[in-house]
């Protein structure tokens, strides 16, 4: 079945322009290091993010950050669990350099004034998490290491505010990468309602680099803030970027239970909750993970969010429960302080309360594919973070690499892009018209996307409800790509936020349901009820791109290929 998708966005026409030689999207821990290191390396950096500085997923981030920070601990063992974690379709070379160069990004983290938990004697307090075979978990004021890590580096940026080689512009939404000569040469924003610039216009740069963060609002209920609509990965899509590994999703198996109607960003109990000993059981007060892997609770939580469906559907339940009793209300309150103020919101105290567990969306393991130094497919055009695929995941995220690998990639990507700045290699060309269609989609379908996108690539899979998935989101397209004269780019339609942001989610959506229909096994993040097993035949990737006439591309490539 041939998909058809939008090349670009139907905007309003470009109403300003603005310069620069670098120009960073999104203030994650991805975004932010990137643009503050390549600031002393570059003469001018722009770095936008969608709403204010501090809005990002990495604020969120409860579990903590992982590297081989203890004497007893080592990179080797690092790498290993996170092979492991990965199921067979790690790039052992981009984990190499994550394990490696984890601990030192992690100390320049600290030097920058990051606040990490301490122990008694003064060193960086370590805990232990699913998949994990050490402890190599820092965190900060118990379960706020994201928000702790985001301070630290917005402090960094704002003291540079006045510098003239770099510039923020928040509340600016990024349409679509622009193009001339098969490479990225800018972006098209919207700034929305308090930026400094009003409506849509061009930033242009020699290197653009996506730091957009994650997926989660494809989906009816995830721990992603509701900015998480694939704005990246789908302006990637649009440009002609290859994408990678889509097909495995990462849903976390301890999240709030709001009932059936919950929609949106729902409270995350971080897997820590687990390392520090607390029990899943169902709604008949039993204990089953033992009984499903031996590492019980701490299994990789592909492994946990499985076990708890299946429960669910074994009991008939909509739901399974934390039982954290036995830690005690002081150790909780102490340790994980951000959970209790959220279950404090809806009435639950875990010193005396079960707690309603279950999966829902998280991390997305794929995204832009780059290689080691974060360069996409497409000449200028960089990714890091959650949007970016580096073959680091695999078919499955180890708990807390994320933080790490928007660090250490961050810092990657600045030295390559600052390098082939100094050297001449990136040059600032001007963009041109992008043939293909042109898309658009009313706000009111995004409803109809996330449901196809739950029930169709959710936690289980099956052909029929991929196949009813990939069906439902062609329809809503039908109407998406917007047609207009040749030789005309934009088109004077009732668009906005909300639409573009339908669109994104559609976009992805509509990739995603392809590489997680033609994947006949189960792998990670990728559970097909109708390919129970793994599959030596799959040990290799689904790369996906939309060519020049909007049609969707899939192609497989094994473990090793170049091709």
């Not at 080689?165 to 349409?175: D, F």
């Not at 080691?372 to 890091?384: D, I, K, M, T």
């Amino acid at each position: 079945m041939s998909i058809q998708l939008a090349t670009s966005l139907a905007t309003p026409e470009i109403g300003w322009t603005t310069q620069a030689d670098v120009i960073v999207v999104g203030s994650g821990i991805a975004g932010l290091t990137a643009a503050l290191r390549l600031r002393r390396r570059v003469p001018r950096v722009l770095l936008v993010t969608k709403t204010v500085l501090d809005s990002g997923s990495t604020r969120w981030a409860q579990g903590g950050i992982a590297a081989a920070l203890a004497p007893e601990d080592s990179p080797a063992e690092h790498l290993d669990d996170t092979l492991v974690a990965g199921v067979g379709l790690c790039d052992t070379s981009a984990v190499r350099a994550l394990v490696t160069e984890g601990p030192a990004r992690v100390r320049e983290l600290v030097a920058l004034g990051a606040n990490f938990d301490r122990t008694p004697d003064g060193e960086i307090a370590l805990t232990r998490e699913g998949g994990h075979h050490r402890d190599r978990i820092a965190h900060a004021g118990g379960d706020a290491t994201g928000a702790e890590i985001s301070r630290a580096l917005i402090a960094a940026l704002e003291a540079v505010r006045d510098d003239p080689g770099i510039e923020v512009l928040e509340h600016a939404l990024v349409l679509d990468v622009l193009t001339s000569g098969g490479k990225a040469c800018g972006v098209t924003l919207h700034v929305i309602g308090e930026g400094s610039r009003d409506g849509v216009g061009a930033a242009l740069g020699r290197a653009v680099v996506l730091a957009t963060g994650g997926i989660g609002q494809v989906f009816q209920s995830s721990t992603n803030p509701r900015e998480a609509t694939g704005d990246g990965i789908a302006a990637a899509l649009r440009a002609g970027a290859e994408v990678a590994d889509l097909e495995f999703v990462q849903f976390h198996p301890t999240v709030l239970w709001l009932g059936q109607n919950a929609r949106g960003q729902q409270p995350l109990i971080s897997e820590a909750v687990r390392g520090e000993g607390a029990l899943l059981v169902d709604t008949n007060g039993v204990r089953f993970m033992p009984g499903v892997h031996e590492m019980a609770e701490l299994a990789p939580r592909d492994v946990v969010a499985k076990a708890i469906v299946r429960q669910m559907a074994a009991t008939g339940a909509s739901h399974v429960y934390l039982d954290a009793r036995h830690l005690g209300r002081d150790f909780f309150r102490r340790r994980f302080p951000t959970i209790v103020n959220a279950l404090a919101g809806h009435r639950f105290d875990p010193a005396e309360d079960l707690i309603p567990v279950a999966p829902a969306q998280h991390y997305h393991s794929g995204g832009i594919r780059v290689d080691a130094v974060g360069r996409s497919s497409l000449p200028g055009l960089y990714a890091a973070g959650e949007c970016s695929c580096t073959g680091v995941h695999g078919a499955n995220r180890l708990a807390s690499n994320s933080l790490l690998e928007g660090l250490v990639f961050a810092h990657r990507i600045a030295d390559d892009v600052s390098t082939r700045v100094a050297s001449g290699e990136l040059t600032q060309v001007e963009p041109a018209v992008r043939p293909g269609p042109v898309g658009l989609l009313p706000a009111t379908a995004r409803t109809r996307i996330q449901r196809a996108a739950s029930w169709g690539p959710g936690v289980i899979r099956t052909a029929a409800g991929l196949e009813k998935a990939t069906q439902d989101l062609a329809r809503l397209s039908s109407g998406a790509p917007v047609d207009i004269p040749e030789g005309a780019h934009k088109l004077d339609v009732t668009h906005g936020t909300a639409e573009w942001e339908t669109m994104n989610l559609h976009t992805v959506a509509t990739a995603l349901t392809r590489s997680a229909s033609l994947r006949e096994e189960t792998r990670g993040g990728h559970y097909r009820e109708d390919f129970p097993s793994a599959s030596e035949n799959w040990l290799g990737r689904l790369v996906s791109r939309v060519n020049p006439d909007g049609e969707l591309e899939t192609r497989f490539e094994p473990l090793g290929s170049t091709s």
